[in-house]
């Protein structure tokens, strides 16, 4: 049975976003390496690399195993590596590579793209946990709350990202494992602490490392008045994100620090185009406002 005890992720974990070279869908690695540089002085707890963030899907196996071993080396946080892929050989040969470079922990999402049972996918998650051995401990995401409970239950996972359904299902499930549970998204943070949860997973932090931070530490602290004022910020954030396809309003906010984003997978449309104006307008007098918030 894998020791899952050492698996400590907690806090603010930064779902980087993945900055892309313009007219190419190869990572932009000088690009890559300055935001760890970045993350890695905001106070955040780790970083998580090729997330739904991360828009792992738009790069090739071999781009994201190179980004993986040059940013492990760079980062001065735990980096998390999510090591999803269609198939079951392409899902271990990054988390190979990603153990190997010295990631602190793996994270593994269901073969996207095609419907399979609950069943095929429990199957899939054992796969390769037997493949991948003690390599770094795995944690489960996208997942029914079900299939998470069936997997944590071996033993053999260090626990689960997701969503507030997820947390409440599997902390009232008698699991005499140990194992965390962390929020899949911002929104839900407070109400899945409240649960047991470690800690939040976090695409906002990749541009906004401040606003997290700083609610986190307010729920921590029990700061209960300060956590509703930036957890209200937070929920701007979101719903304004929410009107653009992920993770465009993430990557601009990024580029409004002169983080160098890179390019967004699929220009605007029309219609997004102008709601992307007026989230930049917005988040010109936002942002200013809350980083100062922040540092008071």
Known sequence: MRNVASATLGGVVAEA??????????????????LVDFLGDS?????????????????????????????????????FVNVSHSTLDGAVELAREAANAGASALLLMPPYYYHYSEETICSFFLAFANEVGDAAPVYVSETSASAAIQLLATGLFAGIVGSLDD??????NSIQLPFQLLAGCERIYSGARALGAAGVVSGIASAIPELMVAFDNALRTGT?????????????????????????????????????????????????????????????????????????
């Open 17 to 34: 976003a993945t900055p892309r070279r313009a007219q190419e869908y190869s990572i932009d690695l000088g690009a890559t390496l300055e």
């Open 167 to 172: 947390i409440r299902t599997v902390a009232g």
């Open 43 to 79: 106070g955040i707890s780790g970083i998580l690399l090729l997330g739904s963030a991360g828009e792992f899907v738009h790069f090739a196996l071999h781009d994201r195993i190179h980004m993986v071993n040059f940013a492990v080396k760079r980062s001065r946080l735990p980096i």
């Open 224 to 296: 209960q008045e300060r956590a509703a004022r930036l957890e209200a910020r937070v929920i701007e954030f979101v719903d304004w994100t929410g009107e653009l396809p992920f993770p465009i309003g993430i990557k601009e906010a990024g580029k409004q620090r002169k983080l160098k984003m890179g390019a967004f997978a699929v220009a605007p449309g029309e219609h997004e185009g102008r709601k992307l104006e007026e989230f930049r307008r917005w988040l010109a007098d936002w942002l200013p406002a809350v980083l100062k918030e922040c540092r008071q």
